[in-house]
């Protein structure tokens, strides 16, 4: 590898380091966390790093935004391309939301929950935000179809806004993890059972 090859690297390498870093502080503290001697010390870097790849702090954070969310994206639509056990069902679904609950805290999901409406509120990444938000229902309606529920769109989207409201919800502590499952489980079960009974509602008239 040349000289220039290294360096350019390098480069990447120190870049990516401050993204990183600015996304852990925005977690930690939000936007006003995140200042150039903040990032570049997080990131084990001169004090004047920061302003040499980037214009402005704003800059930064955005910027920091956005990794983020192209890598939830990345995650999200590699997920969708995983085969399903064909043994699921509906009656796991419980099992499963506990255990993502047990790896995702509610600190945890609260700085996700953060990240995106920071992003959402910046009219530069509105786009991306939706486009995160897209691959998330995207998932959902492989998932649906794959368990043979039709018109798994509309599904899918009246999903994830239950979803969105549980992770909102959880920030308050109101209940515990495990009651916080339950019931999104159950909201999941009545929501696709009364999107199948319509279905083939529709189907016989």
Known sequence: MSRAQLSQVRS???????????????????????THRAVAARAGLPPATTT??????????????????????????????????????????????????ATRSPEKAGT???????????PQLKGTAAEALQALEDLAVRTFERLGILGARDLASQT???????????????????????LLTAAIRHLVAGHVDAAGSAATT
């Open 112 to 122: 996700e929950l953060a990240i995106y409406l920071a992003a959402a509120r910046d």
């Open 52 to 101: 040499y790849y980037f214009a402005s702090i704003e800059e930064l954070v955005r910027e920091a935004l956005a990794t983020h969310l192209a890598g939830w994206i990345e995650v999200l639509e590699a997920l969708a391309d995983v085969e399903m056990d064909p043994t699921l069902d509906l009656a796991s679904t419980s099992d499963f939301v506990t255990g993502v609950f």
């Open 12 to 34: 990447r390498a120190r870049r990516g380091a401050l993204l990183a870093a600015a996304i852990e502080l925005f977690a930690e503290g939000g936007a006003r966390s995140v």
């Open 160 to 182: 994830v806004a239950l979803i969105a409201g549980s992770a909102l919800r959880r920030q308050s502590a109101q209940f515990e993890d495990a009651e916080e499952a339950r």
